[in-house]
DNA sequence: TCTTGACCTTCCAGTGACTGGAGGTTCTAT
DNA sequence: ATAGAACCTCCAGTCACTGGAAGGTCAAGA
């Protein structure tokens, strides 16, 4: 099959395949014509790539959970140490967002939000070294 | 004051204050030996820059909050509103990563974790197209 | 047969927001 | 005088694509 159906049977983009090929990640065959020849064991990978990485795997996990992948020796507790750590990562950005949230949240409520020239949020982005909310400084 | 000092007071690496320079969110002046000559209103902007970075503002929204910052006639409200689109990009991803982590607990609550070969996460990846995880497909 | 248009190819450049490094100048302390 | 820190510019790399130019191939219709 071409890229064309490859793309739409695996859910990603055209460009996406090509990229994922210059990475190393799927090497289709090549039709006479120089086209892509993606078989079956092809698409499962590229299925399989869609799914990671729309489960947030970076591109060097998904590497690391296809080659897992393929060998068929692999221990089911390997992969399950990936995912837990990716669990982690998701639950270390969930709370970032939350705390990040809250402050943004807080200064919406102090800014009176009509026509006039003061505004709470500004000045607490400007500065605001002795405002309400604590938590400023890189994450 | 040197981009070294800047950088300190500010919280803002040096390479990061010479590249909001470069996109010309700070003008530092010039000393004759061409080192960066950070004012008191310079590194105003770095703090503040600093700050709303943190907020997860993008740097083209810093842009926007720095002209509404110089901007003495600036209506307190164009401020809360660009807050509040961004309270609502932030319960967006909040929601997206609590989907996400769903899906990766119950795939290792499926997952027996032992040295066995066969393996549910690898097998949902690979296909899974009857497991019990409905939402696949990009976000 | 010719043409149109869809699909395919490669290659280069850009995104966002930095970060790292090379190679060189200036300042400061000893 | 000299060592080392701090500064300078410029270029390249990061991540995971995405867009576009310029061109080759294929299938269908006139």
Do not use: W
């Amino acid at each position: 099959m071409n890229i064309g159906a490859a793309s739409e049977q695996s859910g990603l983009p055209v460009k996406t395949i090509r990229y994922y090929e210059d990475i190393g990640l799927v090497r289709p065959a090549r039709s006479e014509n120089g086209y892509r020849e993606f078989l079956d064991s092809d698409l499962q990978r590229l299925k399989f790539l869609q799914r990671a990485r729309s489960l947030g795997f970076s591109i060097e996990e998904c590497r690391e959970l296809l080659s897992l992948y393929e060998d068929r020796n692999r221990a089911s507790a390997d992969v399950r140490e990936i995912t837990k750590t990716k669990i982690k990562e998701v639950d270390r950005k969930i709370a970032e967002l939350q705390s990040l949230k809250r402050v943004l949240s807080d200064l919406v409520k102090a800014c009176h939000g009509d026509d006039r020239t003061d505004c709470p949020i500004i000045d607490d982005l400007s500065g605001g070294l002795d405002t309400a909310f604590e938590d400023r400084g890189k994450s």
